[in-house]
C-alpha cells in the first residue's frame, strides 16, 4: 500500500500548478492532503471525485478559504470519521479519520502556534486531545498511522537554522516536548526511524525568502505509525523534488 501526504496549501491554486495531475499520474493508493482552503462544492467535479477514489473533505466552518483536509483513496474504509468530537477544534476542519482493516488511517493537519498567545494555547490543547482521540482507539485495538503537517520540527536536525528558531513557534520547547511524549506513548515517527542521523532532508520552506532554493527548511511533515505496523514498513521517502506548495509531498510504503 502506498500512501502520499502533502500540504498543498491551498489545493485549487496546487490544481493550477500541476499538483493535482502529478497525484493522478502517480496514482498511489491513498493520497492525504491537508490545508486544501476550500469547500467541496467550490472544487471541480475531477478533484472533487476523481475517477477510481473515494473521496473524504472537510473544511474549515466558520473562515473560508483556511485550513481543511481531504484524503482520496482506492480502498473503500469501512468508516470515516470527522475531527475529534469536541466542536471547538472541529470547526477548522482539520481531521478525517479512516478506518481500515487492518489500522486507521489519520490525516491532519495541525494548528499553527503563531499569532499570540491565545493560538499557540489552541495549538498545544489540540495537540494534547489528538494524542487522547489515538490513544483510545489503540485501547480498542486499531493500529495507527496518522500523517499531516505537525508544524513543529522536533530536533535540531529537523530545521536548518535551530539556534535562530529557538523562541519561534515550531521549534519552541512546549512544542517539541509534546512530540517527546507523543513517541513515549509508542507512536514511531517512520522518516527517523529509517533514517536516524540524516540531516538537510526537509518537508517546508518560506516562499518569501526563496528558502527553498537555498534548502533552508524545517522537516514537519510527519508519517507516525503505531509500533505494531513498523515490520510492515518497505519504506518511507520525502519527496523534496516535487513543486506545487511551499512544503514537498512525503511517502510511506507498507506491505
Known amino acids: 500500500m502506498r500512501i502520499i501526504c502533502w500540504n498543498v496549501n491551498g489545493l485549487r491554486a ?3 500548478k500541476g499538483g493535482f495531475d502529478w497525484f493522478l499520474n502517480e496514482s498511489p493508493d ?16 475531477g478533484v472533487r471525485n476523481p475517477a477510481g477514489y ?16 481531504a484524503v482520496y483513496t482506492k480502498i473503500k474504509p469501512e468508516k470515516v470519521e470527522y475531527g475529534l468530537g469536541i466542536e471547538k477544534y472541529d470547526q477548522e476542519g482539520r481531521l478525517l479519520a479512516l478506518f481500515f482493516k487492518d489500522f486507521v488511517l489519520l490525516n491532519i493537519y495541525f494548528p499553527n502556534g503563531g499569532g499570540g498567545p491565545d493560538r499557540l494555547k489552541f495549538k498545544l ?35 536548518a537554522r535551530p539556534k535562530e528558531n529557538e523562541n ?38 518560506d516562499m518569501k525568502t526563496f528558502a527553498r532554493e ?12 503505531s509500533p505494531g505496523l513498523l515490520n510492515k514498513v518497505d519504506k518511507m521517502r520525502i519527496l523534496d523534488e516535487i513543486l506545487g506548495s511551499d512544503h514537498c509531498p512525503i511517502e510511506l510504503d507498507m506491505r
Open 14 to 16: 496546487n490544481v493550477k
Open 30 to 45: 491513498i493520497f492525504c492532503i491537508q490545508e486544501t482552503k476550500v469547500q467541496s462544492e467550490q472544487l471541480e467535479e
Open 54 to 69: 473515494h473521496s473524504y473533505l472537510d473544511h474549515s466552518k466558520g473562515r473560508k478559504g483556511y485550513s481543511g483536509v
Open 125 to 159: 490543547e489540540f495537540y494534547n486531545e489528538f494524542l487522547s482521540y489515538i490513544d483510545e482507539l489503540r485501547k480498542k485495538g486499531h493500529e495507527i498511522v496518522f500523517c499531516g503537517d505537525v508544524n513543529t520540527a522536533h530536533t535540531e536536525i529537523d530545521l
Open 168 to 205: 519561534n513557534t515550531g521549534f519552541l520547547p512546549v512544542e517539541r516536548k509534546w512530540i517527546d511524549e507523543l513517541m513515549s506513548h509508542g507512536y514511531v515517527d517512520v522518516f527517523r526511524h529509517f533514517y536516524p542521523g540524516v540531516k538537510d532532508r526537509y518537508t517546508y520552506w
Open 214 to 225: 537555498r534548502n533552508v527548511g524545517w522537516r514537519i511533515d510527519y508519517f507516525f505509525i
